[in-house]
T-cell receptor, first 115, second 110 residues
Framework: NAGVTQTPKFQVLKTGQSMTLQCAQD?????MSWYRQDPGMGLRLIHY???????DQGEVPNGYNVSRSTTEDFPLRLLSAAPSQTSVYFC??????????????FGSGTRLTVV | GIQVEQSPPDLILQEGANSTLRCNFS?????LQWFHQNPWGQLINLFY???GTKQNGRLSATTVATERYSLLYISSSQTTDSGVYFC????????????FGKGTLLTVNP
């Protein structure tokens, strides 16, 4: 049981390049989300999905696109990378247990640098 | 949107000491989570606690929803407790849209 797998772990992009951060989960969780973490700050929600075919914007969606064609995968696309998108990106899947409430499993993160 | 404030921002302890971390939030919540981010960056979900008290080993958490705060207690701290502790809440809409505080950086020295 791998949990949430993010690839790549590290990436350097030039300004204007595009790329896709991959996220896959094998726990059959309906809910998935992307966060970014900047120094000295908590995590900020970029986009989230409540199930296959359904996505919505979070707090900082500009410059990012997502899609959810399957329950397992939730890729994050940077359309035209900017230095302001230098950050650590985390993918999470979420579940509801009847007796334990909401729970979250995070991937190990992708450290992205835009030069 | 909802505001989340955590205190203290930094905390240094000797191994074996106890500590209390606080999370204040500006609106009623229907989802409150505590997370631990270890020094290698991995985030672990500790508690789901929109109200009441829960315990898990040396860690426990209490949320007083009417007064809009939550406390995380760490007893007999160990060096492996080091890292950043985040409180995250949701006050409406999808329960999965969390707003995070800036965290408390805990350092436990041997």
């Amino acid at each position: 049981n791998a949990g949430v797998t993010q690839t790549p772990k590290f990436q350097v992009l030039k300004t204007g390049q595009s790329m896709t951060l991959q996220c896959a989960q094998d726990m059959n969780h309906e809910y998935m989300s992307w966060y970014r973490q900047d120094p000295g700050m908590g995590l900020r929600l970029i986009h989230y999905s409540v199930g296959a075919g359904i996505t919505d914007q979070g707090e900082v969606p500009n410059g990012y696109n997502v899609s959810r064609s399957t329950t397992e995968d939730f890729p994050l696309r940077l359309l035209s990378a900017a230095p302001s998108q230098t950050s650590v990106y985390f993918c999470a899947s979420s579940y509801v247990w009847r007796d334990r409430g909401h729970g979250y499993t995070f991937g190990s993160g992708t450290r992205l640098t835009v030069v | 949107g909802i505001q989340v404030e955590q205190s203290p921002p930094d905390l240094i302890l000797q191994e074996g000491a106890n500590s209390t971390l606080r999370c204040n939030f500006s609106d009623s919540v229907n989802n409150l989570q505590w997370f631990h981010q270890n020094p290698w960056g991995q985030l672990i979900n500790l508690f789901y606690i929109p109200s009441g008290t829960k315990q898990n080993g040396r860690l426990s958490a209490t949320t007083v929803a009417t007064e809009r705060y939550s406390l995380l207690y760490i007893s007999s701290s160990q060096t492996t407790d080091s890292g950043v502790y985040f409180c995250a809440v949701n006050s409406g809409g999808s329960n999965y849209k969390l707003t995070f505080g800036k965290g408390t950086l805990l350092t436990v020295n041997p």
